[in-house]
C-alpha cells in the first residue's frame, strides 16, 4: 500500500454507467488522493466520490451514490460489499471469505481462529450472506449481510437467561422463554444448515439441561 497525490483511476465513465448491483445510474469515480478544491466541488455535485490517500493497486474505480456499491471495471458484476463487510466483521481475526464465493454463491462453512462460522447465500429482492458463527470464548453470532453493505442482526441462541429472584416464578418463566427461543432458533437454522452440528454449547442450550443463570 502506498499514499498517493490526488488521481482517479483511467476508464472515464459516462452518463450511461450503470451500477451492476442495484441498477442505479447515480454512479461517479473515485478520487483517491489529496483533492484540490476543484475536486472538492465535484464531489458536492455528485460526480465524483472522494476515497483516502492510502492505496493498493487493486482499489475499486467506481462508486454507486444509490447503494454505496463500490466496483472496478475489471471486476466481476456479483462482486459486491458482501465479503468487505464479512471481512470487517471478523477483522480481528483475519477471517475472510474464499475466493470466489460470491461468485459461486455455494453454502460452506470456515473454521479458523476458534470460529465455526457456517454460511450461505440468498436472494429476497437483494443478494445476502446469511452466517452462523461460533466461537467457545464468546457468545454465538448471526447475521445477514446485503450486497449494498447493509447489515441486519438475526435471533442467535442465548447462552443464558436472567430472572427476578424476589419475583416468585420468575426463574420458571425466563427458563422457559429461553428454551422457547432457543428451540425456534435451532430450528431455523437446522431449516437452512446453518445449524453448528455437533457444537456441545448449542446442544446443551437448546435441551432440557440447567443452563448459566443470573439472578437480579
Known amino acids: 500500500m502506498k499514499t498517493v497525490a490526488a488521481r482517479a483511476y483511467p476508464g472515464a465513465m459516462s452518463s450511461a454507467t450503470i451500477c451492476p448491483h442495484c441498477g442505479s445510474d447515480k454512479t461517479a469515480r473515485i478520487l483517491y488522493g489529496m483533492p484540490a478544491p476543484e475536486a472538492m466541488e465535484q464531489a458536492e455535485r455528485g460526480e465524483i466520490v472522494l476515497a483516502g490517500c492510502v492505496v493498493s493497486g487493486e482499489d475499486p474505480q467506481l462508486a454507486c451514490r444509490d447503494c454505496g456499491s463500490l466496483w472496478s471495471h475489471s471486476q466481476s458484476a456479483s462482486t459486491t460489499q458482501i465479503s468487505s463487510r464479512f471481512a470487517e466483521y471478523f477483522a480481528n481475526w483475519k477471517i475472510e471469505l474464499p475466493p470466489g464465493a ?3 454463491a455455494d453454502r460452506g462453512t470456515i473454521f479458523k481462529a476458534g470460529w465455526t462460522i457456517n454460511y450461505l447465500f440468498g436472494y429476497d429482492g437483494e443478494k445476502y ?9 464468546t457468545n454465538d ?3 445477514r449481510i446485503y450486497e449494498s453493505g447493509r447489515v441486519v442482526d438475526l435471533d442467535a441462541i442465548q447462552e443464558m437467561y436472567m430472572y427476578d429472584s424476589k419475583v416468585p416464578g420468575s426463574e420458571e418463566e425466563a427458563k422457559r422463554r429461553y428454551m422457547e427461543h432457543n428451540q425456534r432458533v435451532a430450528e431455523e ?11 456441545i454449547n448449542a446442544y446443551l442450550r437448546t435441551n432440557d439441561v440447567p443452563p448459566p443463570r443470573t439472578a437480579r
Open 102 to 104: 460470491e461468485d459461486t
Open 129 to 137: 450472506l446469511e452466517f452462523y458463527a461460533t466461537h467457545r470464548m
Open 141 to 143: 453470532r448471526r447475521h
Open 189 to 199: 437454522l437446522r431449516q437452512l444448515g446453518l445449524y453448528p452440528e455437533g457444537d
